[in-house]
């Protein structure tokens, strides 16, 4: 069966980077849009970033030229690059991957498959 496994996550001061990994298996994975969201505590879960099956990349605007997507269709990973990170980045990050269409979609209910989550804590 298909399985999204983050890793990465854990506790940075304000300013500060961190790398997420999403390992996938059981899925052809350069068939599938790869993306990433996010949900704090009380709110809706949020589109991040996603990178298309064509390496075509989408950013939410809060996070644009902080956080960088990319993706290894040989290793079947997808990252997410954090950098200056602040305390409303705060959640749990997940991995999800939607098969492929005609645009890349940027809402949860759109993806097929989920990862459990990895925790980003950011202190001020």
């Known amino acids: 069966q298909v399985q999204l496994v983050e890793s990465g996550g854990g506790l940075v001061q304000a300013g500060g980077s961190l790398r997420l990994s999403c390992a996938a298996s059981?899925?052809?994975?350069?068939?599938?849009?790869m993306g990433w969201f996010r949900q704090a505590p009380g709110k809706e879960r949020e589109f991040v970033a996603a990178?298309?099956?064509?390496?075509?990349?989408y950013y939410a605007d809060s996070v644009k030229g902080r956080f960088t997507i990319s993706r290894d269709n040989a290793k079947n990973t997808v990252s997410l690059q954090m950098t200056t990170l602040k305390p409303e980045d705060t959640a749990v990050y997940y991995c999800?991957?939607?098969?492929?269409?005609?645009?890349?979609?940027?809402?949860?209910?759109?993806?097929?498959?989920w990862g459990q989550g990895t925790q980003v804590t950011v202190s001020s």
């Open positions: 999800a991957a939607n098969y492929r269409s005609g645009r890349v979609a940027t809402q949860p209910f759109e993806y097929n498959y």
């Open positions: 059981g899925l052809t994975f350069s068939w599938y849009d």
């Open positions: 990178k298309s099956w064509s390496g075509n990349t």
